[in-house]
């Protein structure tokens, strides 16, 4: 009986790469789910919630409010509403961190700086999804040059004594300088290390618009990357905290969202 | 295939009768098919307040310059372009107004813009024919530019007798009409000019510069004569800077009506067609005068009925984006919630005007501000701020456009001044101005939805 009297709502982030659903009750997270997105956008939101709510033993009656997020929100045809992943991932953020005022977010192939009030919205922003340098995507091309696997980039990169200087901004320019560098006889590691250089000096500099306050939250699927994050943490000056599961705070902050809705 | 296109274009049916051997003769060198007759309806009735006859008659006219500039060869003996800066329309208008009935003067990439673009969106064959003849891609070449040369080339529409260019406003006209000239033979007519201000002079009066102006338009007025033909008079400036002042302080006080109107009447885009005619040559002054007085009733009736286009009490902004070749960009924002105060860039406020009544075309140039574009950064900082605080607006919208030489520089220190000096929030968007290849409104929307989201936040906040 007390089951029935919960509020459960679920966020819905379908990104580039991945489609994640966050299932949320009464402010408390239920369950989750990540998968690729693959080539249908309405597919795996509808494949990823059905994971999520599996888990959590619910089924797609049980949910009072569905909010969509992320590029491919609008085909999300189950959800009630469709919300910005910038303003999810404020509140997302908000929940898991409240004392965060910055959000680094770099997802697949857009990367995102989001000022943060107090109450979890959005104060500022700035939003690169124009080019592919300072994203995921730039990291998946080079770690395919390199013939590594993107997860092995992070702990790789830390071993690094003299990263390398990547000095174009484009990533197919950056592809060749790469290649370059390699012939040079250039480690692997300092090789990496550059490379999450190049990506976290693009980012870095885009949110000097918005201004980095502490505490800064770094978010995404690339936060995962510990080298990404050491190379942002040494432009901006600032330490950076991870949350346990980057990936889902835009999923999460529009469970919560649809949580505010649904009353 | 076209009838009910031209109708939305305002055409009556004897208009459509007298003028169709003309537009099947211009459609096909243009190569209009059904598709993209189908496809501009479209556009039109998404876009535009079609509805309103007003928007119709301005579209109308835009329709017979593009019928006028595809057949200026075979109807005229000469024939004259220009386009930017603005500031050279008014010199092309008074050309015109000195009533040569042999010689064809245009603007040809805003025509092109203002219909292949807005209407048709079918600008990429002509960019792709600029790019590849002279003006490749990549080289950050100003697409406007590339539009006009890839046109000719095409035999879209004619190379012209004269070409008019100023390099003041941006390296692109310059070297774009270098281009014409080397290549294609073209003779041009360079407009040289002093707009470089030292920070801080703004917004003193120059009286050097425009001076200097003066001489160069006289200077200008000779090679009319001796390349042309065509003799410049004192009744045809008088008449000119009359019709242009008329035009000018109707279209102000349309756009105060739709500024300080809540909910806001009318899209912006319906606008856009009466702005970009203003003082650009066109033979029918008499009809963008009708059209602007019937658009100023209907607005009002709409102002008066309390009807819209965004919700009640929505919050507004200022914005900068207008994009000539593309509505869907400014559609977007009204459809995500956001009044549009003022977006035309280019309106002075009441404390600007008192700064700088326009007596003579060189004072256009010569004091900074002007018609258009101000040529002095400083300059359009203030006006941007003036614009913000004359329609007390809730936040800006400030359009980076990619290669636009002129306008990019300011971006950054306009959305820097409005937040410091008025507290409110500014979105800074990336688009192009000429050129829909490069961005999208779909691709926009994230940025404009949020954007609105943190604006009625906001002013929620403010009223509690």
């Known amino acids: ?263 | 295939m076209y009838i009910e296109l031209l109708k939305l274009c305002g055409f009556t049916e004897d208009e459509f009768k007298k003028e169709r051997p003309r537009i099947d003769k211009a459609f096909r060198i243009l190569g209009i098919n059904k598709e993209d007759v189908q496809r501009g309806e479209n556009r039109l009735k998404q876009n535009l307040d079609i509805e309103l006859l007003g928007v119709r008659k301005f579209l109308g006219i835009w329709m017979r310059e593009l019928v006028n500039l595809v057949l200026a060869r075979e109807e005229h003996r000469k024939i004259v372009y220009s386009d930017f800066p603005m500031e050279l329309r008014p010199l092309m208008s008074m050309m015109l107004s000195t009533d040569p009935g042999d010689v064809y003067f245009a603007t040809p990439g805003q025509v092109l813009n203002m219909t292949m673009g807005q209407i048709f969106d079918k600008l990429t064959p002509f960019l792709v024919a600029g790019e590849e003849n002279g003006m490749p891609p990549g080289g950050a070449h100003c697409a406007l530019y590339q539009t006009r040369l890839g046109a000719m080339v095409k035999g879209v529409i004619p190379f012209p007798d004269l070409s008019v260019i100023a390099s003041y406003h941006c390296d692109q006209p310059a070297e774009a009409e270098q281009l014409l000239h080397e290549v294609y033979g073209v003779p041009v007519a360079y407009l040289d000019s002093c707009p470089d201000p030292n920070w801080g002079d703004w917004p003193k009066f120059n009286d050097y510069r425009v001076r200097y102006c003066g001489s160069q338009a006289r200077k200008l007025f000779q090679m009319f004569e001796d390349i042309i033909g065509v003799k410049m008079n004192e009744e045809a400036k008088r008449t000119t800077n009359k019709a242009n002042a008329i035009f000018r302080l109707k279209f102000q006080q349309l756009v105060e009506l739709m500024g300080h109107a809540d909910p806001q009447p009318i899209s912006q885009v319906s606008l856009t067609h009466a702005f970009f005619l203003n003082s650009m040559p066109t033979r029918n002054i008499e009809g963008k005068q009708e059209a602007l007085e019937i658009l100023c009733g209907e607005v009002e009736e709409r102002v008066n009925q309390g009807k819209g286009v965004v919700e009640k009490g929505a919050p507004g902004v200022f914005c900068t984006a207008t994009i000539s070749v593309d509505p869907t960009i400014t559609r977007m924002i009204e459809q995500s919630g956001i009044a549009i105060r003022i977006q035309i860039p280019f309106w002075l406020s009441p404390w600007v005007m008192a700064r700088h009544p326009y007596r003579e075309w060189a004072d256009m140039i010569g004091v900074g501000p002007c018609l258009d574009i101000p040529h002095s950064g400083e300059a359009h900082v203030a006006i941007n701020l003036a614009n913000c605080k004359a329609f007390n607006v809730d936040g800006a919208i400030n359009f980076y456009p990619y290669s636009c030489r002129e306008w990019v520089p300011t971006v950054m220190i306009t959305k820097r001044t409005i937040e410091r000096e008025l507290g409110i929030p500014v979105l800074v968007l990336e688009g192009d101005c000429y050129d829909t290849r490069n961005y999208s409104a779909g691709q926009l929307r994230t940025r404009v939805e949020t954007f609105a989201e943190l604006l009625r936040a906001t002013k929620a906040a403010k009223a509690t």
């Open chain 1, 1 to 263: 009986m007390k089951e029935m009297t919960r509020v459960i709502t679920a966020g819905v982030d379908v990104g580039a790469a991945t489609a994640k659903t966050v299932i949320v009750a009464d402010g408390r997270i239920l369950s989750y789910a990540v998968i690729p997105t693959g080539d249908s956008v309405a597919r795996a939101a509808e494949k990823v919630t059905k994971a999520a709510l599996g888990q959590a033993g619910l089924s797609r009656t049980d949910l009072k409010f569905v909010i969509s997020t992320g590029y491919g929100r609008n085909s999300v045809s189950f959800a009630n509403k469709a919300v910005t992943e910038i303003i999810c991932h404020a509140r997302g953020v908000n929940f898991l961190i409240p004392a965060a005022r910055t959000v680094i977010d770099i997802g697949g192939q857009d990367s995102k700086v989001i000022g943060v009030r107090e109450d979890g919205t959005v104060r500022d922003f700035v939003m690169n999804d124009k080019c592919a340098a300072g994203t995921g995507r730039f990291l998946e091309v080079m770690a395919t040059v390199l013939g590594l696997d993107i997860e092995e980039m992070g702990p790789v990169s830390l071993t690094s004594r003299e990263p390398c200087s990547i000095s174009s901004t484009c990533t197919i320019f950056a592809e060749t300088e790469m290649v370059s560098l390699r012939a040079d006889g250039r480690t692997r590691e300092d090789i990496v290390a550059g490379i999450h250089r190049a990506v976290a000096s693009r980012v870095v500099i885009m949110g000097k618009t918005v201004g980095y306050k502490e505490q800064v939250v770094f978010t995404g699927g690339v936060a995962k990357n510990m080298g990404v994050k050491s190379a942002l943490e040494a432009g901006i000056g600032l330490p950076i905290l991870i949350p346990d599961e980057p990936q889902i705070v835009g999923a999460l902050g529009a469970a919560l969202l649809a949580g505010r809705e649904s009353r």
